[in-house]
């Protein structure tokens, strides 16, 4: 996983991968050549445990729809003085220049606190989406020989970053990380960090414009500047194997990473791995798995202390060892067959009026609604990489993680820049969570239409996630299932023969104007020898709202004859493997406008502020007997 290659080559590669014929052999997830051009420059695997100094709090921020910090009126390059990105103090300016007149003073702009959507800002900018900047002047850390990264965990959608009034480089993608390198870039004093981010949504982008979720703008997870040593411990992959080996592919970045000795060592188990980088930085090493591994499941979310040192550098992460497999139709983990026992969910906190502001505290409050409350053992993270919070919190409560990129409906499956932006994504998604354990399928998309070219898109992106960790499980949702005749389906889509878990998105009774006897009485038919899990179900309720009589749609009692329905023709699929329903709990969606919704998408089993439906209740107790708890 090289980076910084020049351009042409990494042209090159996309040509090569794009003619590559869908699954030719793998290439071997140790040398991901193929991929150099889509991997990120600094992975900086476990920044959110490493040593730094966060800038995240209160910045500056200045609305501008018509992109007037850009380009003039007739669209023509600023001179510097009327780039916002410029390294101007306005008012010290102004001083100085009674005359000087801008149109624009981030400086004294009103403030925000960040991490957080803009949609938490300020009531005018629920609907906004455009550009915004924002500014944050800082003091740099010392140095003292290190090298220093600025990180974002994510700016939901395109970011442009400029330092001192230089751009140091543009992210495209609104919920993976992305850092540079500033080490030569910063000042002792006030820095004036200013980050252009625009959430426009384009037929082009992952995801294009249309979806049914809110469009949370902005500088939406922590900013941190992250000090390491010269030669620093860039990615690491640490993990237990099918063979019952811990395996750890560790790659240094920096001027001494080669022929450098490396140690894992996991002190609880009394295990240590050594080894010695080859020229290209990295190294793999392997030991068996020592008897007394204790293996992470839902049941024993068992965490273990793991050190990483090469030369001047050291990690600690917390990881789990455990291993997830398919068989036929079931899906197997740490060597048993399990039922995915799910709801999904979006990046969304409990409240009234959410702008993705996932702390903690706010992520551990909808984990535990799904562990302790439907008695559940997963969760699928819809639509996109939810906050490395989220995927930390999993691992520690113990919930399987369906993890998905936003490979969206009527994404542009013909356009080469779209799927490059979608394989940078998803390996972004990939080399930041795959020490995750929790983590246990990579979704590559979800209810994307049938055709050649989305077959190669999508096919591609599984072939990737594969490539980069064969450890794991790819699956995608697909909403493509056929019906044979009344009550009769089968699944059919080319996409399904590339991946190991089928999801099937199914809304019979809710869409359409089949019955709930209906749906009692469907019959499912799979020509695939593989799992399959309902990626989605759900109907909408208003919390509240009952109707015993009537059912009426949107009624709380409708709602949950629903979900009795759909659970009874879930009991009589033999490769069904588990379900993560739609949804935890009502989520903003601008295209839901009638009387019950208001703006919300209300499947949720719970109302926006956490009030339990009624369905809430049919899912848990049907879940407690899943689990054999009663
Ligand atoms: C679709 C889609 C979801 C959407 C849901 C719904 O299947 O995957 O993003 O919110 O159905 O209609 O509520």
Redesign the pocket.
């Known amino acids: 996983m090289r980076r910084n290659r020049p351009v042409f080559a990494s042209i090159i590669a996309t040509l090569m991968l794009a003619a590559t014929p869908l699954y030719a052999a793998p290439a071997s997830p140790a040398d991901n050549a193929a991929y150099a051009a889509l991997v990120p420059a600094y992975v900086l695997v476990n920044a959110d445990r490493r040593e730094g100094v966060s800038l995240s709090g209160p910045w500056h921020y200045s609305v501008d729809p018509y992109r007037d910090g850009q380009a003039d009126f007739l669209g023509r390059p600023f001179k510097v003085s009327q780039t916002r990105g410029a390294d101007i103090n306005v008012e010290q300016a102004s001083r100085d220049n009674p005359n000087a007149l801008y149109e624009y003073d981030l400086g004294r702009a009103p403030l925000a606190d960040i991490p957080g959507s803009w949609i938490g800002y300020d009531p005018q900018l629920r609907y906004y989406n455009g550009l915004m900047w924002y500014q944050k002047r800082f003091d740099a850390p010392a140095a003292d020989g290190k090298r220093i990264f600025l990180r974002f965990g994510a700016a939901d959608y395109r970011a442009t970053v400029y330092l001192n009034g230089q751009v140091i480089g543009e992210h495209e993608g609104g919920f993976t990380p992305f850092a540079f390198d500033v080490t030569d870039k910063l000042r002792a004093k006030d820095n004036n960090l200013v980050v252009a981010v625009d959430s426009t949504r384009t037929p082009d982008t992952i995801p294009p414009t249309v ?3 809110e469009t949370y703008g902005g500088i939406t997870r922590d900013v941190t500047l992250v000090t390491t040593p010269q030669t620093y411990i860039d990615d690491d992959f640490i993990r237990l194997t099918k063979d019952g080996r811990i395996a750890a592919d560790v790659a240094l970045e920096g001027a001494d990473k080669a022929d450098q000795a490396v140690e894992v060592s996991v002190p609880a188990l009394k295990l240590m791995l050594k080894g010695t980088t080859g020229a290209d930085g990295r190294v793999s090493l392997s030991a068996k798995a020592p008897a007394g591994l204790k293996r992470w499941s839902p049941d024993t979310p068992t965490l273990y202390d793991v050190r990483v040192t090469a030369g001047a550098d050291s990690l600690s992460d917390r990881i789990g060892f455990r291993t997830i497999e398919v068989k036929g139709s079931q899906i197997i983990l740490n060597g048993k067959p399990l039922f995915l026992r799910g709801i999904s969910l979006h990046e969304e906190e409990f409240g009234p009026d959410p702008s993705r502001r996932i702390t903690p505290e706010a992520s551990r409050a909808l984990l535990t609604e799904i562990k302790t409350g439907l008695h559940g053992n997963f969760v699928r993270l ?2 996109y990489p939810h906050s490395e919070v989220t995927t930390r919190m999993a691992d520690e409560l113990g919930l399987l993680v369906w993890s998905e990129i936003p490979v ?1 409906w009527s994404a542009n499956f013909t356009r080469p820049e779209t799927l490059q932006a979608a394989q940078k994504m998803i390996a972004e998604n990939i080399l930041r969570d795959r020490n995750r354990a929790a983590v246990v399928i990579w979704s590559v998309g ?2 994307t239409p049938i055709s050649d070219a989305r077959n190669h898109f999508l096919g591609t992106l599984a072939q990737e996630a594969h490539d980069l960790d064969g450890s794991r499980l790819i699956s995608a ?1 697909l ?1 493509t299932a056929t019906s044979n005749g009344p009550n009769d389906i089968s699944i059919k889509d080319p996409l399904a023969a590339y991946l190991d878990v089928i999801g099937i ?1 199914t ?1 019979n009774g809710w ?1 359409g104007n089949g019955t709930l006897e209906d749906v009692r009485k469907t019959v499912w038919h799979s020509d695939y020898d593989k799992p399959m899990i309902f990626s ?1 179900f ?1 109907a909408g309720a208003k919390y509240g709202y009952h109707d015993p009589a009537q059912q009426h749609r949107f009624s709380e009692d409708y709602q949950a004859s629903y979900y009795k329905a759909t659970l009874e023709m879930a009991d009589h699929i033999p490769f069904l493997a588990g379900m993560s329903p ?2 935890l709990k009502d989520f903003r ?1 601008p295209r839901r406008q009638n009387t019950w919704q208001q703006g919300w ?1 209300r ?1 949720g089993l719970l109302s926006e502020t956490g009030q339990r439906k009624q369905a809430f209740f049919v899912l848990g107790d049907y879940y407690q007997k899943k689990a054999g708890e009663k």
């Open positions: 979806t049914d979720w819809a639509h969206y979800n209810e949702a909403n998105n809304y869409y989605e759900g739609w949804i969606s998408n499947k």
